[in-house]
């Protein structure tokens, strides 16, 4: 016997007879059993010696040994033993309450069953010797020390019939457990496997029914195919959920049964072969799937129901249409082929099909059924029958035929037929005119000559380049032009040969390819070292394939003449041919680049204007040579007292300027102060008068304090006022505009302010925008801060832009005016969506006490029926309120109507506890400053608790500005304030996108008001 079957038969041995395991409840259960038994045998009597003990001792272990086993998934040595060790504590049990007479000796059935169900023969035969044993082995032993006359019975039938049992009756349980537990096994595996099959068939729809029809099972192929959930579809008869109803009722009529579920039955009961039928989709769509049925027949053979096994056809069905489209196309097209003469050869050479435009004209339209031979002209079928034997033999060949009757030339293909072979074999002959094809190459060939002895002969230079910039072709024009011969540039790439920063060639040729056409200006330097200027054209040469291979033809001219003369012009343009300074128009153009840059980057640099003093009498007295004699040399000391990149321009006259680009009041103030020592040190050979010629300098700084100087205009107009205050202060001087001083460029840029404002507010053109403002506690939008804007869209101005004009001109109360106006009636539509909402209008310190913002206000709220402790008047810490009782008087009145105050910016000024002391604030607005950077910065967070205790000490709500981050809101949300409204928690818009998110609850939460809420 070979160690594999040794290793088998041990591991049959190791394995119980019947192959089941012992489960809890079944330990459990014969653990009872045992203990019951017990207990009802020995309860009556309840004298327990010490071998009774011993044994209920032992017994215990057994019954624990049995609860082990039950717990094991394997069988191990434990599980005979449990049984086993039972019955030998039965038996000693039965020995000490004295023998036969203790009524103990039936529980040894109980480990016997035990190991019938769960044990193996062998332990069967152990059993076996121990009921043996258990019966006459007492008697033995006592007959054998017993003395004559004493000898006892010996009990032998209960031990042969409890060892005949064990041996006889056991096995026979043994066998048929084994056979249950097999089936059952079988069973499990076969339902397993059916599980896998459905599960897995993931391309196959497989649909079980009852005998009516109705669904009984629905695989994962199924649901894929018909996009039904199995719950969806169990419990529904199948023909009406996912069959077309026309088609089973057309079979139905086929096949003389009722529609429905009789028409499968008969199909499955006839055993006939799948057949293709229409699956209709839960989504509407319809597939064609083949489908075969057959029946699900119980064990006595009746009919429980029909298996469907359907897969989807539908792309099948797609192709074989398409591929009869394209036959029938395929057909049509030759026939329409003008030029082609299509014939297909057998292996005897003769034509099976004849077909194509151009049959009936190459005399091949009458070929079917003949001999290709009789097809042609003998000479032809000479040069053509090698080709046709190479076809027969797989190999494809061309040859060239001339017509004798009309002279035209034929292009002929012999391929073999696709999916032929070298026995069976068919050629495909195609036989196309390529008459006008040739004559067009001929046609070619000339004009390919022409444009190369154009392009040879050309008096400008031509280059053709390849897609990567490299030189493929030049003609000895551009050669001479760029001193180089043709070899030094065929192969190199052209923008090798201008500067190394030079991008111009490959721009060129990205512009090129893109739009079929550039064009540049570019500039060599030749090996001679002489510099040529050069325009450049371009266009793309097509290739014949991909787009890779097109090549771009570039024409070169010599325009060095040109450019000098473009220079020149240039430079007379933008400069004064007397003193080679920029001229007007150059200075314009600079100074309006540098307020660019400016409002770009920030404001910096100056402006200053210079006129010469007594220049007039120069003019007068030694003439006008000798003026601009002058007029140089004080230009050149003007060009000398600054920095190079500085910009000094001569404006007319005797005018000149100067834009200072990097400087500061300081700097403009030493630069002015230079300019006019410089002048009046300057001497000339000219004469005294020449000498006495000073200069008056006006200067501006930009973005200094006078921020309303704008535009080009405006700084000019202020730096000519300067300078004729400088004039008018003695000459030989400057001036520089203050923030004190009055010069006519910003009484001006008042007037204009004053003047737009005015006419924002007669035509509408204020806008009004509204920030969110959050419940930090409740993590919602309770209400919005309103915000004006000065024009509409991107290029509205915020009120820091304008509102300090319009305090100096008076104008503020009318802005003031325009936005209650319009901010309550807008109050109203909020309150219509949120009526708890609350609306913050901010107003400046006149309007404070103002009996006409009172009355606007309260006819408002009359007018738009808004709810007035919506109204929440924000008055700013800073603004000065000319008269605090008047102040109070309007608080308390317009609190009559609901309205409610806050005090705005709290921190930022020395009022802000005598304003809180003396007006009636219902909210406290911390100042953005302490907000900031409180979570970072303990001083402002210490301010921000001490703002927030006061507050609230006070029975006033606190709000904060300025939110920027999460991290800002936490601490806020830890130190107790109420609401909240920075960039974080949401940008200002315009009102009417406010209310629409308003509306629609569109408010997207910003991280961290949740976590702050909580």
């Known amino acids: 016997m070979s160690v594999l079957e040794l290793q088998q038969n041990g591991r049959h041995l190791a394995r119980s007879a019947t192959g089941a395991r012992p489960r809890r409840n079944e330990g459990l259960a014969f653990g009872i059993l045992v203990v019951g038994a017990l207990a009802a045998t020995l309860l009556p009597s309840a004298q327990l010696n010490t071998g009774a003990i011993f044994s209920l001792a032992l017994l215990a272990g057994g019954l624990g040994l049995g609860w082990l086993t039950v717990r094991r998934r394997r069988r191990s040595w434990v599980d005979p033993t449990a049984p086993l060790l039972v019955m030998v504590s039965v038996i000693f049990l039965r020995d000490a309450l004295g023998g036969a007479i203790s009524g103990v000796g ?478 007007r128009r150059r200075f314009s153009v600079e100074l309006d680049r540098h307020l660019d840059f400016c409002r770009r980057y920030g404001a910096r640099g100056a402006l200053l204007l210079i006129d010469l003093d007594h220049f007039k009498e120069v003019n007068d007295t030694l003439g006008h040579a000798a003026g601009d004699v002058l007029l140089a040399s004080l230009a050149e000391v003007l060009r000398q007292s600054v920095r190079s990149t500085d910009v000094v321009a001569r404006l007319g006259g005797d005018e000149f300027a100067v834009l200072l680009l990097e400087t500061d009041r300081a700097g403009t103030e030493l630069v002015a102060e230079h300019l006019v020592t410089a002048v009046r040190a300057h001497s000339t050979a000219l004469g005294a008068a020449a000498d006495a010629v000073t200069a008056s300098v006006g200067a501006v700084v930009i973005g200094g304090e006078e921020a309303g100087l704008e535009s080009a205009e405006e700084l000019l107009t202020s730096a000519d006022a300067l300078m004729y205050q400088a004039k008018q202060g003695g000459r030989d001087g400057w001036a520089v505009l203050t923030s004190g001083e009055s010069a006519e460029a910003p009484t001006s840029s008042t007037l204009g302010w004053s003047q737009r404002i005015e006419t924002a507010i007669a035509n509408d053109e204020f806008s009004l925008h509204l920030q969110p403002i959050w419940d930090i506690a409740r993590g919602c939008v309770t209400g919005g801060e309103v915000l004006l804007r000065l024009g509409q869209g991107r290029d509205a101005l915020p009120p820091g832009e304008y509102l300090q004009q319009a305090e100096k001109s008076g104008l503020v109360l009318a802005i003031d005016r325009w936005v209650l106006e319009r901010s309550i009636p807008l109050l109203q539509r909020f309150q219509a969506v949120h009526p708890d909402f609350e609306l913050s209008v901010n107003l400046s310190g006149r309007s404070v006490g103002d009996p006409q913002i009172e009355e606007v206000v309260q006819a408002a709220l009359l007018r738009s029926g808004a709810d007035g402790r919506g109204l929440v008047l924000e008055i700013t810490e800073t603004a000065i309120v000319p008269d605090l009782v008047a102040a109070r008087v309007f608080a308390e009145r317009l609190a009559e109507e609901g309205c409610r105050f806050a005090l705005d910016d709290f921190g930022a000024g020395f009022g802000s506890f005598s304003y809180l002391k003396h007006l009636p604030f219902d909210y406290v607005k911390i100042d953005g400053e302490f907000v900031a950077r409180c979570d970072v910065d303990p001083t402002d967070r210490a301010i921000v608790a001490s703002v927030v205790r006061v507050a609230h000490e006070l029975g006033k709500r606190t709000v904060a500005e300025y939110v920027s981050s999460p991290a800002v809101l936490d601490v806020l949300a830890l130190e107790g304030v109420d609401l909240a409204q920075g960039h974080h928690l949401g940008h200002p818009i315009p009102a009417e996108e406010f209310l629409e998110l308003l509306g629609a609850e569109g408010f997207v939460v910003p991280e961290g008001v949740e976590v702050a809420a909580a």
């Open 106 to 583: 039936p529980l040894i059935a109980v480990p016997i069953v035990w190991l019938a169900l769960f044990g193996t023969l062998g332990d069967l035969a152990i059993a076996a010797a121990l009921s043996v044993l258990a019966f006459v082995g007492p008697s033995l032993a006592t007959n054998l020390v017993a003395g004559p006359g004493q000898d006892v019975p010996v009990e032998w039938r209960p031990a042969v019939l409890w060892a005949a049992v064990a041996l006889l009756a056991a096995p026979v349980i043994q066998g048929v457990v084994r056979g249950l537990t097999a089936q059952n096994r079988a069973e499990r595996e076969a339902a397993a496997q059916l599980r896998a099959i459905m599960g897995g068939a993931s391309l196959t729809s497989i649909i079980s029914t009852d005998a009516d029809g109705v669904i009984t099972n629905f695989n994962v192929g199924a649901e894929d195919m018909l996009k039904y959930d199995a719950a969806d579809a169990v419990g529904r008869k199948a023909h009406e959920l996912i069959h077309d109803e026309g088609e089973v009722a057309l079979a139905a009529s086929q096949l003389g049964v009722e529609p429905g579920i009789a028409v499968f039955a008969t199909l499955a009961e006839n055993h006939m072969p799948s057949r293709e039928w229409t699956y209709v989709r839960k989504d509407g769509r319809r597939i064609t799937v083949r489908l075969a049925v057959t029946e699900l027949r119980s064990e006595a053979g009746e009919v429980t129901g029909y298996l469907g096994v359907a897969v989807d056809t539908t792309a099948a069905v797609e192709m074989r249409r398409e591929l009869k489209e394209a036959q029938a196309l395929w057909r049509l097209s030759m026939d329409h082929l003008p030029d082609t003469a299509v014939l297909v050869l057998d292996r005897t050479l003769e034509v099976s099909l004849s077909t194509g435009g151009g049959a009936r004209r190459q005399g091949l339209a009458t070929a079917a059924g003949r001999d290709v031979s009789e097809a042609f002209t003998p000479r032809s079928f000479a040069l053509l029958k090698p080709l046709i034997d190479g076809a027969l033999e797989g190999r494809d060949g061309v040859v060239e035929l001339i017509a004798p009757q009309s002279g035209a030339e034929h292009e002929v293909w012999v391929s073999p037929l696709p999916g032929t072979t070298t026995t069976s074999g068919a050629a495909l002959i195609m036989a196309r005119d390529v008459s006008r094809d040739r004559e067009r190459e001929r046609l070619l060939r000339a004009s390919h000559d022409r444009i190369q002895r154009l392009f040879v002969d050309a008096p400008h230079g031509i280059a053709v380049l390849g897609r990567d910039g490299i030189v493929r072709q030049v003609n000895p024009s551009l050669c001479l032009l760029l001193g180089r011969t043709e070899t030094q540039l065929v192969g190199a790439p052209l923008a090798t040969l201008g500067a190394v920063d030079d991008d111009r060639i490959p721009t060129l040729l990205a512009c090129t390819t893109r739009e079929a056409g550039a064009r540049t200006d570019w500039t060599v330097t030749t090996p001679l070292d002489v510099e040529v200027h050069l325009n450049l054209s371009s266009t793309v040469l097509a290739g014949g394939g991909s787009p890779e291979e097109d090549e771009l033809l570039v024409n070169v001219a010599d325009v060095s003449e040109r450019h000098t003369y473009e220079q020149q012009l240039a430079h007379l343009a933008d400069h004064d041919p007397l003193t080679g300074l920029a001229n």
